[in-house]
Every structure is written in structure tokens, then in C-alpha cells.
């Protein structure tokens, strides 16, 4: 006589939440964190330009260095490595056509990537954005780029905070994707061991007879 079991595992009976019926807009929470840090770097950008501006003379270069940079007052027209210069009108306009393409991806990606938003990519098109829209009030305010920030051990163009928002951003944005896809695999899995095959089969398995 074989005997089966009378119950299946409450996780199997549960399946988990994923990515169907994902919102086309970004949660409250979201959007309160992308405005938060977007605003806050923004304004910390423009007042360390203000700083260097008003403490520095053109070209000044700190008296010291602190390990791996110093800080040097450089007034920048077009882009990294003298590339496109005296071109910063155009810049200007680019950098908020960038701006514009993040917003548009930051109120869409739910809908495009598949998945909401987690804090990490949100947190990266916050300083992607805030860096483009630093640099372009200084593009079409001053007619240039405040830069002061000066690598020491490498021939590195000068940059600065809007710079650092944009790097990273970027950075910060593909790490947040690549964790969001290996949560959405789990995910996958565990809806695929939930489905009533797998249950059933779990069901009909038979206990060895006993002797």
C-alpha cells in the first residue's frame, strides 16, 4: 500500500509576484527619490562652481595636491580634451536633449525594461540627469563649463561635480539593471516550481514501501 502527501508546501500554493502587470509609471517613493537627489546634487554642483569661481583665478592651481588631484580653475567652451570647442551653445542644447531622453526614460522604463524601477537605477538617472542639467546652466549662463577638479597622476582633462554625477550615474544605472534581471530569473524560477505540474508531481511521489 503506498501513501501520498496530504498537503503541498504553502510556498508552492503562493505564487510569487513578477514582472506581468508591472505600473507604465514609477511609484511615489520612486519619484520622490529621483527629485530628492536630482535637486540636491544640482545645487551642490553649482555652489562648488560658485566656490572655485570667486576663490580661484583663472587657471589657478591649489598650492598642494591631495594624493591623486588638486584643484585647478579651468573654464572649459567645449568637451573633454579640447573636443569641440568653442561649441558650447551646441553643447548647451545637447546636454538638455539628454535630460529630456532621461526623463522620458526615467517616466517610461517600467514599461519598456519590464520592470519597476529599483533604487539603484533611479538613483543613477538622478545624477546622470543632474549632471547634464548642471552643465548646460553653466553652457548657456556663463557661455562655459566651470571645471577645478585636476587628476594628478594621470593626463585627465579637468572635471567636476556635474562630471562625477554623470560617471557614476551611468555606472550606477547598469549595476541597478543587472540586479533587477538576475531578481527577475529568481523570480521566474520560483513561479516555475509553483505552477500545478510541479506541484502535482510533488504530490504523486511515493513513499518508499517499508519492510
Known amino acids: 500500500m503506498t501513501a501520498s502527501s496530504s498537503h503541498t508546501d504553502p510556498q508552492l500554493q503562493k505564487p510569487v509576484s513578477s514582472g506581468k502587470g508591472v505600473p507604465s509609471r514609477p511609484a511615489a517613493s520612486i519619484l520622490a527619490l529621483f527629485c530628492s537627489v ?3 546634487w544640482v545645487i551642490f554642483d553649482q555652489l562648488t562652481k560658485v566656490y572655485f569661481e570667486g576663490s580661484y583665478e583663472l587657471g589657478q592651481a591649489s598650492a598642494g595636491d591631495f594624493g591623486l588631484f588638486r584643484f585647478r580653475l579651468v573654464h572649459n567652451t567645449g568637451m573633454a580634451w579640447g573636443l569641440f570647442g568653442d561649441s558650447t551653445f551646441a553643447l548647451g542644447v545637447l546636454s538638455c536633449v539628454v535630460c529630456v531622453a532621461i526623463l522620458v526614460a526615467f517616466l517610461l522604463w517600467p514599461r519598456f525594461a519590464g520592470h519597476r524601477l529599483n533604487w539603484l537605477e533611479t538613483l543613477g538617472l538622478a545624477l546622470v540627469f543632474a549632471g547634464g542639467l548642471g552643465n548646460a546652466l553653466d553652457r548657456f549662463i556663463q557661455g562655459f563649463v566651470v571645471d577645478f577638479i585636476d587628476f594628478t597622476f ?3 582633462p579637468v572635471f567636476n561635480v556635474a562630471d562625477i554625477g554623470v560617471t557614476c550615474g ?3 544605472i547598469v549595476i541597478g539593471f543587472v540586479v533587477a534581471e538576475r531578481s527577475a530569473s529568481r523570480v521566474n524560477e520560483l513561479e516555475m516550481s509553483s505552477e500545478p505540474g510541479a506541484a502535482s ?6 513513499e518508499e514501501p517499508r519492510g
Request: net charge negative.
Open 170 to 172: 551611468f555606472v550606477i
Open 201 to 206: 508531481n510533488v504530490d504523486g511521489e511515493e
Open 154 to 156: 594621470i593626463d585627465f
Open 38 to 40: 536630482a535637486v540636491i
